[in-house]
């Protein structure tokens, strides 16, 4: 399974962006689908996860802001982010675990990765 994540760039503060990542491969093998972010020097955080029925996990400091969805049609995910705050700066990345997985996932259960997009929240 290969992931392809886009949509990052520099956004002012209040400002909304909309990254997307679409799965190809064995598309078939993977069920739950999430965004992690990472900034230089800390460790890899989630942002939001999806299951494959539509049940959403979302970390603390993005609820009400961010919004995760997924169209299993195109087997992809997306992430809707509004309200962006300089905070918010990171290399996103996005996930997906394979089926079988436990609900949430976590961290060490996803198993394949996008390459990270970046994220500039700045004035």
């Known amino acids: 399974v290969q992931l392809q994540a886009s949509g990052g760039g520099l956004v002012q503060p209040g400002g909304s962006l909309r990254l997307s990542c679409a799965a190809s491969g064995s598309t078939s093998s993977i069920t739950d689908m999430g965004w992690y972010r990472q900034v230089p020097g800390k460790p890899r955080e989630l942002v939001a996860e999806?299951?494959?029925?539509?049940?959403?996990n979302y970390a603390d400091s993005v609820k009400g802001r961010f919004t995760i969805s997924r169209d299993n049609a195109k087997n992809a995910v997306y992430l809707q982010m509004n309200s962006l705050k300089p905070e918010d700066t990171a290399a996103y990345y996005c996930a997906a675990a394979p089926l079988g997985s436990r609900w949430p996932p976590g961290l060490n259960q996803y198993k394949y990765w996008g390459q990270g997009t970046q994220v500039t929240v700045s004035s």
């Open positions: 999806l299951d494959s029925r539509g049940i959403a």
